[in-house]
């Protein structure tokens, strides 16, 4: 027989969950309370990475999904209760052309705002716009940005919140639906990263693994390696407070940054180096292998994408963009004495490169240059860029560093190289860092550090040193008096010795 109390027992257990409101009205309610990602995902016992995966399109479950969700019930009564009160009030009305000349002015003072010589439509209510912030059309005056009303709905959440943001979060035009899922806020001009005082939390993190492990400085480091990952997110987390931009946690990305197969990998070239010399004039030859001191750390510094990449066709290149390319790259006359710049490549035909390798072409192709004819491009996946994205995280670390080797901070020493190289190396489809997933980034950093290597490589060549190999990300072999063209020392912008060897190559 059918046991219908185990059945009944399950229908009584059995709950949905509870509903949630949408991706912007989550991220609208705190913000309007002036509550930050930390101070909510203390409050809910999560990392403020996991809160801004909530409010970029990922769902949580269980119990942590009902403390969300009473938080967000919660903040839309107060809001609601707020908006009441406030409507009693007359506010004073700014004249509009008053206003307006504001906005001018504010546009002069501000280096990421440009005047665009034919409207083009704001991202935020899709209406023609006669300016740009940070590459994006916006308005700069709030009374011209046009937000459509928002249709009827039957979401309960809209039922207690404030019309002006149910305006601002849910209204979309037809021009702002184009630009939806795009991953990237522009803040009104004039906003910029506030400078308060960051506490210290690479050294508070090594002050307390050395007391918990009773000063044994071996299982310290072993225990700060361990949670590199979490703790670079957190202090990612933190530089970011206050920026410009959000970082899109799980944006979507197209095929060409997915993998093949579960081992395989995308189709995406970093232009690795992996290039030594033909052939050395006959003699012998000493050859100092130098290692460059950070190389991925430098590398945090690229024309990073800031939301979803859009697509493009063309043999052109915007210069305020970021992303990944599919090229046919040039003709390279130069391998005697120089790497090729995309790499080690054998198969020829076009290719999918990233953004640091495409401008390195294009660099090396112009009049200063003139090495090679630049590279064709077919089709683009790019977004809104800018070259500051990881600053303040990159300072940060290499403050420590650069503490950790004054002070022979061993500890410390290890524990940053893990934070930047893991970061780096996990941002792809990773086991080991869930909170940022972001492949582009992962592609983009690394290509930077081949960059910033050939780029080396060059100016050893072209103050007269003997370029013998190039490898990596680090490593490069130089005959000649290599002092006098690179600093030694172990900073981020200074080699240091790895190995010096002879090379006896006798006359044919």
Known sequence: MTDFGAIDALLAGARKEVALPSVEERRGLREELNVSRAQLAQALGVSPSTVGGWESGRDPSGEVREKYAYFLEGARTKLAAEATSAAEEVPLQEPEDEARADAEQAAGQDDDVDV???PQPCVLCGQPARHQV???PQH???AECHAAAPPETNEPAAAGMPAARMESSRAQSPGRQEHAG???RVVPVGRRMQTTHAPDLIGSAVTAALAEHSGDVEAATKALVKRAIPDAMALLDHTRKGGRYDIVAHPWLPEVLRKQSARGADQIWEARPKWARPELPPGVHEVTALDVNGAYLSALKTHLPLGQLEHSTGNHHHPRRAGVHLITPPD???DAHLPNPIGSRDEPGPLWVTEPTLRLLLRISGPKYGLCDPPEIHESWTSGATEGLLEKFRVALKDARDRAIAEADDVTLEYVKAMYSKFVSTLG???YNRELYRTDWMHLIRSQAFANLWWK?????DQGLMVVRAMGTD????IGDWRAVFPEGRGVTEVKVKEVYAVDTKPA
Do not use: C, I, K, M
Not at 475 to 478: D, K, R, T
């Open 116 to 118: 665009l010589t034919t």
């Open 182 to 184: 795009r991953g990237v």
């Open 332 to 334: 390279w006359d130069h």
């Open 134 to 136: 940070a590459g994006f």
């Open 429 to 431: 489809e990773s086991n």
């Open 475 to 478: 490593e490069l072999h130089v």
């Open 457 to 461: 490589a060059h100016r050893a060549y």
């Open 140 to 142: 700069l005056d709030p």
